[in-house]
């Protein structure tokens, strides 16, 4: 158990609707990072926020947002969603040092 | 952050060690080199990470030559629940404005 939560752990919804995932970093974690994983893909980074504030983007649709709320959970909102979006979201956190752990991710299916 | 070169695949017998190499020849010396692993869909696990000096703890050894310029990853004793993807990715530390690249990996299978 890596401490980081995500919530939902399977989804599906249908096309050109939006949807909404949850991650809950480790305790004391300023800084959540968000990657997409597709079947036939690797891990492709999204966004990064660090106590807040983004950091750093990826290849983040402009059809994708995301979050960090004051409590340090973070959000990643997914809206016209296409049959491609079909994909684990993971989520990860970092502490003080410098390795990130990763959450079980949520499956998102669009039909 | 330095690009890494990983083998697509390799095998391993049950009960040995299994040694998972990474090119990273234009590492810089302030970029440490992690390792991490994928088993089936669930979430990348953290192995090991290291700058310069050979690491160890309860998972792997990683060995790091002296230019830097490559890593092996060692399962000293590998087992079936070993079969996972392995990443090996080169980041600057400290730094909360980038993130962590995964390339391909190796996909290693442990064999009965």
């Known amino acids: 158990d890596s401490g980081v939560t995500q919530t939902p752990k399977h989804l599906i919804t249908a096309t050109g609707q939006r949807v909404t995932l949850r991650c809950s970093p480790r305790?004391?974690?300023?800084?959540v990072y968000w990657y997409q994983q597709s079947l036939d893909q690797g891990l492709q980074f999204l966004i990064q926020?660090?106590?807040?504030?983004?950091?750093a983007k990826g290849n983040i649709l402009e059809r994708f947002s995301a979050q960090q709320f004051p409590d340090l959970h973070s959000e990643l909102n997914l809206s016209s969603l296409e049959l491609g979006d079909s994909a684990l979201y993971f989520c990860?956190?970092?502490?003080?040092?410098?390795?990130?752990?990763f959450g079980e991710g949520s499956w998102l299916t669009v039909v | 952050d330095a690009k890494t070169t990983q083998p697509t695949s390799m095998d391993c017998a049950e009960g040995r060690a299994a040694n998972l190499p990474c090119n990273h020849s234009t590492i810089s010396g302030n970029e440490y080199v992690y390792w991490y692993r994928q088993i089936h869909s669930q979430g990348p696990q953290y192995i090991i990470h290291?700058?310069?000096n050979n690491e160890t703890n309860e998972m792997a050894s990683l060995i790091i030559t002296e230019d830097r310029k490559s890593s092996t990853l060692i399962l000293p004793h590998a087992t079936l629940r070993d079969t996972a993807v392995y990443y090996c990715?080169?980041?600057?530390?400290?730094?909360?404005?980038?993130?962590?690249?995964f390339g391909p990996g190796t996909r290693l299978s442990v064999l009965p």
């Open positions: 290291g700058l310069k």
């Open positions: 305790s004391g974690d300023l800084s």
């Open positions: 990860a956190s970092q502490g003080p040092g410098n390795t990130i752990y």
């Open positions: 926020y660090y106590n807040g504030e983004e950091r």
């Open positions: 990715i080169v980041r600057v530390g400290d730094n909360y404005g980038q993130n962590f690249v």
